[in-house]
């Protein structure tokens, strides 16, 4: 490989799965600094910025979150999502609304102008995206698309593992052969049976 991004075409597979995981960190490393530069530009906190972040995504992918849902991937106490989305709905970032499909449910939703704020902070960065993938033919596009899907898929996979309770500590069992207490024996000796067998004995 000579420069970032042009690939020697002699390097075996696990190579180029290496250099993709690389990719994968570096672009995440990259778009974490992006964000803290929203969060500062728009004196958004951090925790603020993930919450918004996970709402955006989820929105865009046509699965909008409820607040229980944001609680579990923020990994904070109920009282502390609560209090959170209170927050962001005070500041005009988000809003509820019914869930369609169950009325019990409230889903979060962005409000325009987070929207138009997020939109036009990352404009800059879609006409650079576009730029750099200009000379790209569509069938690598389809291609990259592809292996991010596969890549995203097994991290999902990787994070429910992580999230998965632990397996229970196999059961020792009992060891019936095992010498019996003290009291057994004394109940043995002092019973019905046993004085049964004494009578029987004289």
Same mark, same amino acid.
């Given at each position: 490989?000579?420069?970032?991004?042009?690939?020697?075409?002699?390097? &075996?597979?696990?190579?180029? #799965?290496?250099?993709?995981?690389?990719?994968?960190?570096?672009? !995440?490393?990259?778009?974490?600094?992006? $964000?803290?530069?929203?969060?500062?530009?728009?004196?958004? $906190? $951090? !925790? &603020?910025?993930?919450?918004?972040?996970?709402?955006?995504?989820? %929105?865009?992918?046509?699965?909008?979150?409820?607040?229980?849902?944001?609680?579990?991937?923020?990994?904070?106490?109920?009282?502390?999502?609560?209090?959170?989305?209170?927050?962001?709905?005070?500041?005009?970032?988000?809003?509820? #609304?019914?869930?369609? %499909?169950?009325?019990?449910?409230?889903?979060?939703?962005? %409000?325009?102008?987070?929207? !138009?704020?997020?939109?036009?902070?990352?404009?800059?960065? $879609?006409?650079?995206?576009?730029?750099?993938?200009?000379?790209?033919?569509?069938?690598?596009?389809?291609?990259?698309?592809?292996?991010?899907?596969?890549?995203?898929?097994?991290?999902?996979?990787?994070?429910? #593992?992580?999230?998965?309770?632990?397996?229970?500590?196999?059961?020792?069992?009992? &060891?019936?052969?095992? #010498?019996?207490?003290?009291?057994?024996?004394?109940?043995?000796?002092?019973?019905?049976?046993?004085?049964?067998?004494?009578?029987?004995?004289?």
């Amino acid at each position: 490989m000579t420069k970032r991004g042009a690939v020697n075409q002699r390097l &075996d597979r696990a190579e180029l #799965e290496k250099l993709m995981s690389a990719d994968l960190r570096m672009m !995440t490393a990259q778009s974490d600094h992006i $964000g803290r530069h929203f969060a500062r530009q728009n004196n958004v $906190g $951090g !925790t &603020d910025f993930h919450a918004l972040l996970h709402i955006m995504v989820a %929105e865009t992918a046509g699965t909008p979150l409820t607040a229980a849902q944001l609680r579990r991937r923020m990994d904070v106490s109920p009282a502390a999502i609560t209090y959170l989305v209170d927050r962001m709905m005070e500041a005009g970032h988000i809003r509820r #609304e019914p869930d369609p %499909e169950d009325r019990r449910k409230t889903l979060l939703r962005y %409000e325009h102008p987070g929207m !138009t704020l997020a939109r036009s902070f990352f404009a800059p960065l $879609g006409a650079h995206l576009h730029a750099a993938l200009a000379d790209l033919p569509d069938r690598d596009l389809a291609a990259a698309h592809r292996v991010f899907t596969a890549m995203m898929a097994a991290m999902a996979t990787f994070e429910a #593992e992580l999230a998965a309770p632990a397996p229970e500590a196999p059961d020792k069992g009992v &060891d019936t052969k095992a #010498e019996p207490r003290a009291d057994t024996k004394a109940a043995a000796a002092t019973g019905p049976a046993a004085k049964g067998r004494r009578r029987a004995a004289r």
